[in-house]
T-cell receptor, first 119, second 110 residues
């Protein structure tokens, strides 16, 4: 159980275009989903926290107009990188938190990640 | 504030034992997670400690001391496939968003 999928697994786009990444919880309802970015040899950096039906909460320094997050249902959140530039090239990972009690309500289940390359 | 410290890199030999330390400062404690991450892949869950003491799970064990703000991950009988980054993470109160350490890149040599 507790499987999270991401689509696409990798994407190449041209500078100035927008890219949408989907994150789905396949076998549970996710109260909260998180979006991370990871550069090579660095740890995960939290970009934003999203709750179903409400606006995402962005971490300091993350441009909310550039990284649009929509959490339309308890099983789907999307991250849209608008007007992408080469410096946005990174590994984007989502995670989801279950609604269940105990450890399950705290633990984050990670998607497989999306490798974005902006040319 | 909240802060987590881990060594950046460690090297060990196949078959050996290695201990990866994590020290933290947090207001409100909701447990501590350890994750393994291979390059280009998502983190995978290793352990969750919320009470003091050692928890053993096969070749991997994790220890927690809440009074000292300290945890370690112990890897025994190291294998080449254990070469990866090991991330220490603490969920904050409220949304339980994680504060991650920098991660420890472990290199296992033959």
């Amino acid at each position: 159980g507790a499987v999270v999928s991401q689509h696409p697994s990798w994407v190449i786009c041209k500078s100035g275009t927008s890219v949408k990444i989907e994150c789905r919880s396949l076998d549970f309802q996710a109260t909260t989903m998180f979006w991370y970015r990871q550069f090579p040899k660095q740890s995960l950096m939290l970009m934003a926290t999203s709750n179903e039906g409400s606006k995402a909460t962005y971490e300091q320094g993350v441009e909310k107009d550039k990284f649009l997050i929509n959490h339309a249902s308890l099983t789907l959140s999307t991250l849209t990188v608008t007007s992408a530039h080469p410096e946005d090239s990174s590994f984007y990972i989502c995670s989801a938190r279950d609604r269940g009690p105990g450890q399950g309500a705290i633990e984050q289940y990670f998607g497989p990640g999306t490798r974005l390359t902006v040319t | 504030g909240q802060n987590i410290d881990q060594p950046t890199e460690m090297t060990a030999t196949e078959g050996a034992i290695v201990q990866i330390n994590c020290t933290y400062q947090t207001s409100g404690f909701n447990g501590l997670f350890w994750y393994q991450q291979h390059a280009g892949e998502a983190p995978t869950f290793l352990s969750y400690n919320v009470l003091d003491g050692l928890e053993e799970k096969g070749r991997f064990s994790s220890f927690l001391s809440r009074s000292k703000g300290y945890s370690y991950l112990l890897l025994k009988e190291l294998q080449m496939k254990d070469s990866a980054s090991y991330l220490c993470a603490i969920p904050t109160s409220g949304t339980y968003k994680y504060i991650f350490g920098t991660g420890t890149r472990l290199k296992v040599l033959a």
